[in-house]
């Protein structure tokens, strides 16, 4: 709908570069989101489903009751902070993708420091900041020593990310299956429980909790970081061109780590809250794919941290119509995987587009501004 | 009683490193194949997965696991040639598709083979080795799947033909330098999907080695990320294919470390061994990122490494 408005700006004033270039970023990802409902469409016709019926459920269980939009705004909060994760690297120039490992370390670091408080008694307040903060350096310090590495030893961060995500599972599983783990917890090793006078509750008057508010903050903050502040024009630019940021004297290295750093912050986070939340203790439920699905999340924003809300809304309504779609079609609750798959294929094959069309060309249409 | 025990541990340690490592094997063979070519495929654990479930699938209609073998390389095809395609596109970011054909490949697998995790299909028979031992270890240890032969025959050829082929120098030139590949008169873009494509066929059967002999059934839960590992197993082997069969049984050696604990009753702290070779992988990138010589082995035009 944007895309249309944006787009169809009146003839007679000359629309700028910077309007055609957002028309363009709200347009091309809007118009592979419509092509991916048709393919999908197409799929459901040849298993003989009814796509009208599958979309109808899919808003109903999405966004169709206050129940579900609560739903939708809960399942986002966790693709918010991983997609934060890949998309302020991603604005430096590196493809980070180790967001799953940080959760998964974030949340291992927030559940392991909250045993002593828990035993000594700590006031609950205090206790969340004080696994908040752990889960953030634990974090932090996970995808910035990829940043490190980068930089300084010239280690390709996609591949040592991927390394690390790893070995941060294995990290986790490690003192899951040994020194802390609780022994009530038979089939499935996990950490003591942090209790329920422990667990964060909800935003009051509301059954979203307190993940999806700390994300759409730190969307904000984020947003303001790299677009309106000295640091983050330093690192756009050396997004834009490393060796000329270098040549005007911007400190590479120290950008570099500092965005990695923030990007694990934002994924540990999201494990804190993962435990706090959800599971209240950490086992292997932590992985659950969601720094990978935020990796999705991020490309269709355009790395824009703002964006990255609204997407991950509609991908947290996705998930959560999930079982509507299962009870009411009889059909697998992978189904929502598949459109999911189907979206960020056609999605990213659509980052071709860009430049492409002349309808945003500013040369195009004779004039430039 | 200390000799006996370690001695069941390495026995079992053997026979699960050759279990364990043949879909390593594949997955490793066909991103080394892709990445020869100067393109990065991450999305092959999606073709392992849906090679699982579509092996699985076919070898329970037919009841020949060896059609399932087949139909799982050309799932894994069909998926690699979509990513083959997509990269053709200008402007597309290799790693970033192969995430989304993950996402994809694990989806419709499990979409489709909700209906296939109660029945059991035919599985692939193994070869007795070990029989003639006489020990009742060793000859389990020893039963060995033709799938593990198949790589390595694979391995080996796939060394000979990047060496003393047409088709080896157009790979290697193509990964090396599009441009000197451009002026031979070589479509760039033809030669990585096809290479694409063709790794992407043996992942699939690397998934059909999962679902149809080890652990041998389908579940959701089947893989346990040996596609997502095979871009490090290919760092580690330097994208040599013979290498690519050193790397995959030391990560399934590394794998089974668990298991055969186990069986004398260790049951804990072997989740190290388990991440000993990607804090390995890592080393080595460490070591190597800065090396002229160790450049020289790496195709020039991969994204990775630039």
Redesign the interface.
């Known amino acids: 709908m944007s895309a249309e408005t944006a787009g169809s700006v009146p003839a007679t004033r000359t629309p700028n570069v910077r309007t055609l270039k957002f028309a363009e970023s709200i347009f091309v990802p809007v118009f592979a989101l419509f092509g991916s409902f048709l393919i999908f469409s197409l799929f459901l016709l040849v298993i003989g489903k009814s796509p009208i019926d599958f979309f109808t459920l899919v808003w109903t269980g999405g966004f169709g009751s206050s129940f579900s939009i609560q739903q939708s705004l809960q399942r986002s909060a966790p693709l918010i902070l991983t997609a934060l994760a890949f998309a302020i690297p991603a604005r430096i120039g590196l ?1 980070m ?1 180790g967001a799953e490992g940080a959760l998964v370390l974030g949340g291992f670091a927030a559940a392991a420091v909250a045993i002593p408080l828990v035993t000594g008694g700590a006031a609950a307040p205090i206790a969340w900041l004080i696994m908040a903060i752990t889960a953030m350096a634990a974090g932090g310090l996970w995808i910035g020593l990829a940043g490190w ?1 980068r930089h300084y ?4 961060e ?3 990310s ?3 995500s ?2 941060a599972i ?2 986790m ?2 003192f899951v ?2 020194a802390l783990r609780d022994p009530a917890s038979a089939n499935k090793p996990s950490t003591m429980p942090i209790g329920d006078a422990y667990r964060i509750g909800s935003i009051p008057g509301t059954d979203v909790h307190w993940g999806f508010a700390a994300g759409v903050a730190l969307a904000i903050i984020l947003f303001i970081l790299m677009s309106r502040t000295t640091f983050g024009f330093a690192a756009r630019m050396t997004g834009g061109n490393v060796r000329a940021a270098k040549a005007q004297g911007l400190p590479v290295g120290f950008l570099m780590v500092a965005c990695c750093a923030i990007a694990g912050c934002c994924a540990g986070l999201a494990g804190f809250f993962e435990v706090a939340v959800i599971h209240g203790q950490a086992n292997a439920s932590l992985v659950a794919g969601y720094g ?2 935020g ?2 999340v991020a ?1 269709l924003a355009r790395h824009n941290p703002l964006m990255i809300v609204p997407v991950a809304i509609i991908f947290g309504a996705i998930a959560a119509a999930g079982g509507l779609v299962q009870r009411r079609m009889g059909m ?4 929502v ?6 979206i ?2 056609v ?3 659509s ?2 587009l ?2 492409r069309l002349k309808f945003f060309q500013p040369e195009a249409r004779g004039d430039r501004t | 009683m200390m000799d006996s025990a370690f001695i069941t541990v390495l026995i079992a340690m053997l026979g699960g490193a050759i279990r364990v490592s043949t879909p390593f094997m594949f997955v490793a063979l066909g991103e080394c194949l892709t990445e020869k070519s100067g393109r990065i495929n991450l999305g092959l654990e999606g073709n392992l997965v849906l090679g699982a479930m579509v092996a699985y699938a076919i070898s329970f209609h037919t009841g020949n696991p060896w059609i399932g073998v087949l139909a799982a390389g050309g799932s894994g095809l069909i998926l690699g040639a979509l990513h083959g395609y997509i990269c053709k596109l200008p402007k597309v970011n290799d790693i970033a598709v192969g995430i989304a054909i993950m996402s994809f490949g694990t989806g419709v697998a499990f979409f489709f083979g909700k209906p296939y995790i109660q029945p059991s299909a035919p599985r692939l028979d193994a070869i007795h080795l070990g029989d003639w031992t006489g020990n009742s270890a060793l000859a389990q240890a020893l039963q060995v799947n033709p799938l593990f032969f198949v790589g390595i025959i694979l391995a080996v050829a796939m060394s000979w033909a990047f060496a003393n082929t047409r088709w080896g120098l157009i790979v290697r030139m193509t990964g090396d330098s599009a441009a000197s590949a451009r002026a031979m008169g070589v479509s760039v873009d033809w030669v990585r999907f096809l290479a694409t494509a063709a790794g992407g066929f043996l992942a699939g059967v690397g998934g059909a080695f999962l679902s149809l002999y080890y652990p041998g059934s389908w579940n959701q839960g089947l893989s346990s990320g040996q596609g997502l590992m095979a871009v490090a197993l290919v760092i580690f082997a330097r994208w040599d294919p013979i290498r690519c069969i050193w790397a995959a049984l030391l990560f399934g050696a590394a794998g089974a470390i668990g298991p055969s604990l186990q069986s004398v009753g260790i049951s804990q702290g072997y989740y190290f061994f388990n991440a000993a070779p990607y804090i390995l992988t890592l080393f080595i990138m460490i070591a190597s990122a800065r090396s002229k010589g160790a450049a020289r082995e790496v195709p020039g035009e991969l994204s990775i490494t630039k």
């Open positions: 493809t993708i590495l030893r010239g280690v390709n996609t591949i040592s991927l390394l690390l790893y070995i294995a990290i599983n490690f299956e040994g990978f699905t990796i999705l490309f697998p609750d992978a189904t995987l598949v459109l999911q798959g189907i960020f294929v999605l990213l094959a980052e071709t860009y430049g």
